[in-house]
């Protein structure tokens, strides 16, 4: 049974940095694209972040591009998103995803919010 448990939110001045961190369990990661997404007050949820399974390739959303970077260690089976610049804006609840289909292509990942196991989430609040 996959699990996955999300940390590393918290409350930061607009300009400030967070580190996320999503820890799997129930199988190993290597195949699997993992990644972000998140949900602001009365918002849908969207995506963040992903990274692919062979765990070089990334794509991110436009609003977060050259401000978060996202990381995979298949060994320890964490997934990171590691957020500066920080805005007002990004304050939402923020999910790891991991794909439940093994070998997919990435642009199925961001495109839809099915077929994924997620977090818990965490509560990340900017302030200007």
């Known amino acids: 049974q996959v699990q996955l448990v999300d940390s590393g939110g918290g409350l930061v001045q607009a300009g400030g940095s967070l580190r996320l961190s999503c820890a799997a369990s129930?199988?190993?990661?290597?195949?699997?694209?993992m990644g972000w997404f998140r949900q602001g007050p009365g918002k849908d949820r969207e995506f963040v972040a992903v990274?692919?399974?062979?765990?070089?390739?990334?794509h991110y959303a436009d609003s977060v591009k050259g401000r978060f970077t996202i990381s995979k260690d298949n060994a320890a089976k964490k997934v990171y998103l590691h957020m500066n610049g920080l805005k007002p804006e990004d304050t939402a609840v923020y999910f790891c995803?991991?794909?439940?289909?093994?070998?997919?292509?990435?642009?199925?990942?961001?495109?839809?919010?099915?077929?994924?196991?997620w977090g818990q989430g965490t509560q990340v609040t900017v302030t200007a």
């Open positions: 995803a991991e794909e439940r289909s093994a070998y997919s292509n990435l642009i199925t990942y961001y495109q839809s919010v099915d077929n994924k196991y």
């Open positions: 129930g199988r190993a990661i290597d195949n699997y694209n």
């Open positions: 990274v692919g399974w062979d765990g070089t390739t990334t």
